[in-house]
């Protein structure tokens, strides 16, 4: 099958970090289809090879294991071609649509990984040129819009120029290993299911922490913020893939279905659960493995008396009879303590117990999403002790290490989410109704930080946030996951 991938934004960040190291490791691996172009489309003066050269170079800043040879990356960059536009001007559309009609290729992929803010005139130009074919798919990175109001007018002009199905909103954190072993552990498997709600979880957290800060980011994250970056899209995706209900079968619009349900679930905020249910935080001058790093008001491009939150933590619940009562506890942060992506199940305590164990010990199921990849179940046990003494129990935990058990060599989220889209695989996207009834929820937390004069609460760069976040979720009785 024949393709060409356009990728507006190919000398960007995410071009480099991301999408060709992606495109690299499926050609690697033999599972980028045959008969392939890559097009990085941007406004520099390149020619083909020194676009191949500029790319090249910047493969010396991935980890060391996707780094390719000489003579792997000089067949890689057979597929290497550069167009230079300005996305203002209707004509470089028509000269790129003129570079596509050389091949006719059988599936065209117009990869946008540009500013938001240049998603309606790409599309818009892109339908003026005739290059919304049937055979032509779009995708489009997040951030969709800064609120409901932006995200609809973005997804209305989308759809006006294609349709539904030829538009891919993409949510990387879909595309993790983890992610997809836990729809495999939750609808292949017979064992977790009948435990599977209210009756049998205490909770559930979410963490997505980061020991980086803002980077050369800042002037984007004073637009953004981590309610924006994060919780609308990477958070709230997480949540559904662990609530939702089974799908009548793995079509990407009956799994969506069911993601919808749990959005159009979530308990809806009031004026007292905004206040007590939602922290936000700011990143200050702190240390990170022993390297001391500047606050967040001292990063390049950040305003000085910027009130934008690098932290947010926040419960919810989702009003349905399958969780009705279950706290959903949401926590994300630059410069945290660690690393950090997981979703913690904990389960309720034996109703009768006949065993000493430490205070507060139960089950629980942790599906680590990063650094470290895989399952964990944490049980108690009886130690091997000869001493005459009462009963105990001891926690213990059954691990299952993806990396170890299935190879490293295993398809990143990036490589896996570009091969769906080649192939026209929409199960790990996200529905236009999905990202409007996400950002329908947010919007309130919005609302509600901008007449707030107070702003986010300060917390020491290395540590886990502020200390309102502990208070939030002890109220309910427990405590985040690495503070257990």
């Known amino acids: ?34 008969g392939g172009r890559i097009i990085g489309v941007g406004r520099d003066q390149l020619s083909h090879e020194q676009y191949r050269t500029l790319m090249h170079e910047r493969f010396n800043n991935v980890d060391l294991a996707k780094r390719p040879s000489e003579e792997e990356f000089a067949r890689f960059a057979q597929l290497i071609q550069f167009v230079r536009m300005d996305l203002s001007k209707p004509d470089d559309y028509v000269a790129l649509a003129a570079t596509l009609r050389e091949r006719n290729a059988n599936t065209v992929v117009m990869y946008v990984a540009t500013a938001p803010s240049l998603f309606t005139i790409v599309c818009e130009q892109l339908g003026a040129a005739g290059l919304n074919t049937a055979n032509t798919r779009i995708v489009l990175e997040k951030p969709l819009g800064h609120d409901l109001a932006s995200n609809r007018a973005i997804n209305k002009t989308v759809c006006k120029v294609f349709g539904e199905k030829q538009v891919f909103r993409i949510d990387h954190y879909l595309g993790k290993p983890a992610v997809q072993n836990l729809f495999a552990l939750r609808f292949g498997n017979a064992l977790f299911e009948p435990l599977w709600r209210r009756e049998h979880i205490a909770n559930i957290q979410i963490t997505i922490a980061e020991e980086l800060g803002v980077e050369t980011r800042g002037a984007f994250y004073e637009t953004t913020g981590a309610l924006r970056d994060m919780v609308q899209n990477h958070a709230l995706q997480l949540l559904c893939a662990i609530a939702m209900e089974p799908p009548i079968n793995a079509h990407a619009d009956a799994i969506r279905d069911e993601k919808l349900k749990v959005l159009r679930s979530l308990k809806p905020w009031t ?121 105990a129990l001891s926690p213990v935990q059954l691990d299952l290490d993806f990396d170890k058990r299935f190879g490293s060599g295993r398809v990143g989220a990036y490589e896996r989410l570009l091969l769906d889209v080649i192939d026209g695989r929409l199960n790990l996207f996200v529905r236009s109704d999905e990202q409007e009834e996400a950002w329908r929820w947010v919007e309130p937390i919005l609302q509600h930080w901008k007449n707030d004069a107070q702003g986010p609460r300060p917390y020491a760069a290395g540590t886990w946030g502020p200390s309102a976040s502990s208070a939030m979720i002890a109220r309910d009785g427990y405590c985040w996951s690495e503070e257990s």
């Open 271 to 391: 004026a007292e659960s905004l206040g007590q249910d939602v922290i936000r935080g700011q990143y200050a001058a702190g240390s990170i493995m022993g390297s001391a790093v500047p606050g967040y008001r001292e990063e390049l491009g950040v305003n000085p008396e910027s009130h934008t939150e690098t932290f947010v933590a926040l419960r919810t619940e989702i009003s349905n009879w399958r969780w009705a009562g279950v706290p959903f506890y949401i926590r994300t942060g630059k410069r945290l303590a660690g690393r950090d992506a997981r979703i913690v199940v904990n389960f309720r305590p034996t109703p009768h117990a006949i065993f000493n164990s430490q205070i507060g010990a139960s089950n629980s199921l942790v599906i680590n999403l990063q650094p470290k990849d895989g399952l964990e179940l944490h049980l108690l046990a009886q130690g091997t002790s000869h001493r005459r003494q009462q009963q």
């Open 1 to 34: 099958m024949s393709f060409d991938l356009v990728l507006f934004g190919g000398t960007g960040d995410l071009a480099w970090r991301k999408l060709m190291p992606a495109l690299f490791q499926a050609f690697r691996h033999g599972t980028l289809p045959e």
